[in-house]
């Protein structure tokens, strides 16, 4: 059975750095053809993907967030991570992680965390 | 980056009646292996996405076969053949054919 978890500090201030991570199980990051992805969404609004990392350690980033982004994994204990580096309201939103499989569309998901940036 | 562009439903729609999603991408989704690469999902209230269809036309797995997926190039079509209300909610689609992976707008659904 594929699960995913997040999980992350719920809120921060701006300029501090967002540590995000995705804690899996069902599958492992170092079968090839396996990724993870995060994806976010601010409340309300739709869904913005933010980055993918895969098994041979390939990733691939939004330039929207030009480089404020840094995804990693530790395969050995089954986890992703997302860093955001110089936060600011516009980041308060619901992270999830997702598996992408056929069509790069995503098959299984995290239940999501909130993350708010505030003073 | 890829635009994707979904249309309105006019809300609330009846039980039991059929309505169709539309999503027009702004570059052509069909690559060079044959496949269509145009995802559909569900975000139901509360809840994280679901897949409900890939690949344009193919039903992920345990998706009720009301739902199918058709389409061209750049213009598809997620119809809903008699809705019921555990169909309400957000539908997005989403194109896999290159980074950075972008998600439409969304359609919401609601019903009568």
């Known amino acids: 059975q594929v699960t995913l978890k997040e999980s992350g500090p719920g809120i921060l201030q701006p300029s501090q750095t967002l540590s995000l991570t995705c804690s899996f199980s069902?599958?492992?990051?170092?079968?090839?053809?396996?990724?993870v992805s995060w994806i976010r969404q601010p409340s309300g609004k739709g869904l913005e993907w933010l980055a993918t990392i895969c098994w041979e350690d390939s990733k691939g980033y939004n330039p929207s967030l030009k480089n404020r982004l840094t995804i990693s994994k530790d395969t050995s204990n089954n986890q992703a991570f997302l860093k955001i580096t110089s936060v600011d309201t516009a980041d308060t939103a619901i992270y999830y992680c997702?598996?992408?499989?056929?069509?790069?569309?995503?098959?299984?998901w995290g239940q999501g965390v909130m993350v708010t940036v505030s003073s | 980056d890829i635009v994707m562009t979904q249309g309105a439903l006019p809300n609330p729609v009846p039980s039991g009646e059929s309505v169709s999603i539309t999503c027009r991408s702004s570059k052509s989704l069909l690559y060079s292996d044959g496949k269509t690469y145009l995802n559909w999902y569900l975000q139901r209230p509360g809840q994280s996405p679901q897949l409900l269809i890939y690949w344009m036309s193919t039903r992920a797995s345990g998706v009720s076969d009301r739902f199918s997926g058709s389409g061209s190039g750049t213009d598809f079509t997620l119809k809903i053949s008699g809705v019921e209300a555990e169909d309400v909610g957000v539908y997005y689609c989403q194109q896999g054919l290159e980074f950075p992976l972008t998600f439409g707008s969304g359609t919401k659904l609601e019903i009568k």
């Open positions: 997702a598996r992408p499989t056929e069509g790069i569309s995503f098959d299984y």
């Open positions: 069902g599958f492992s990051l170092s079968t090839s053809g396996i990724c």
